[in-house]
């Protein structure tokens, strides 16, 4: 089971994932380098400054920029969360291998 087959099954075939392509994508996946201090911040704050990484290496495109739906997986150290959204968002927060 994955993301895709998950929310196909969930939605029953009313929802398809499809993986991200473009510059910089591997896999369906962008990956950014911030320059915090993970360990004791507020998930929020680190989702900000990952959401300002995702835009540089855009070229400066504001997320979710091309895409419809932009889901940060956060590493450890930000408390004991499992994710978080927004209502009609394209964003999704997720803590650590959530």
Known sequence: AN??????????GQLIVEPATGFGVIDGVIEVTIQSA????EAVV????????LKTKLGGCE????????MLCLPPGTG?????????????????DW
């Open 46 to 53: 680190i989702a900000n400054e990952a959401l300002a990484t």
């Open 38 to 41: 993970v360990i004791g911040a």
């Open 3 to 12: 993301i895709k087959s998950q929310y196909a099954a969930c939605s029953k």
């Open 80 to 96: 004991n969360w499992v994710a978080y959204a927004y209502m009609n968002s394209w964003l999704s927060v997720y803590n650590n």
């Open 63 to 70: 997320p979710p920029c091309n895409y419809d739906h932009v």
